[in-house]
T-cell receptor, first 113, second 112 residues
């Protein structure tokens, strides 16, 4: 059974600092997604990572994928308060012609001014 | 380009009742996935429909069922509602299987 683990689950950090959120998964997959969710809102797609070594950057966020280690990271550079949200990684796996998308539990990020 | 829409926005039902939630996919998208998100948790995959056929299913009982229509809109039906079914139900559409998903605003279901 595919498992997706994120850590940390909670993160409080000061503006201007750098930090990394980790996403480990338990089975073969070559598609990994990162989403952002604000309280009471739906999910916003941040990154789609499709191959080993993929790196994508948007503003202060950068995501990478290592399919051999089954690990993705979301790196935050010089955090600002507007990045406070919950961040989810999700892994897409295909078994017996069926697709399943499994989400991590999320990392609740709180950035202090 | 119209995004993913869901209806209704909020719904209150009584235990044992049945409910139907609706989702209109984004234009050009043929795949719809449904998720249940309990408060403070990550979304749980219910199932995915691709070109009107179920293409994958998570660990949900058979009382959770769905449909996808020729225009690729979709319904989620839940029978014999239980208190634990109270959650935000999200649908997401994509151009094809294993493509980037775009989420709708969700339906908040409360079961009393």
């Amino acid at each position: 059974e595919l498992k997706v683990e994120q850590n940390p689950l909670f993160l409080s950090m000061q503006e201007g600092k750098n930090y990394t959120i980790y996403c480990n998964y338990s089975t073969t997959s070559d598609r990994l997604y990162w989403y952002r969710q604000d309280p009471g809102k739906s999910l916003e797609s941040l990154f789609v990572l499709l191959s080993n070594g993929a790196v994508k950057q948007e503003g202060r966020l950068m995501a990478s994928l290592d399919t051999k280690a089954r690990l993705s990271t979301l790196h935050i550079t010089a955090a600002v308060h507007d990045l406070s949200a919950t961040y989810f990684c999700a892994v897409d796996t295909r078994m017996n012609r069926d697709d399943k998308i499994i989400f991590g539990k999320g990392t609740r990020l709180h950035i202090l001014p | 380009e119209t995004g993913v829409t869901q209806s209704p926005t909020h719904l209150i039902k009584t235990r044992g009742q049945q409910v139907t939630l609706r989702c209109s996919s984004q234009s050009g998208h043929n795949t719809v996935s449904w998720y249940q998100q309990a408060l403070g948790q990550g979304p749980q995959f219910i199932f995915q429909y691709y070109r009107e056929e179920e293409n994958g299913r998570g660990n949900f009982p058979p009382r959770f069922s769905g449909l996808q229509f020729p225009n690729y809109s979709s319904e989620l039906n839940v029978n014999a509602l239980e208190l634990d079914d109270s959650a935000l139900y999200l649908c997401a559409s994509s151009k094809d299987r294993a493509h980037e998903q775009y989420f709708g605003p969700g339906t908040r279901l409360t079961v009393t």
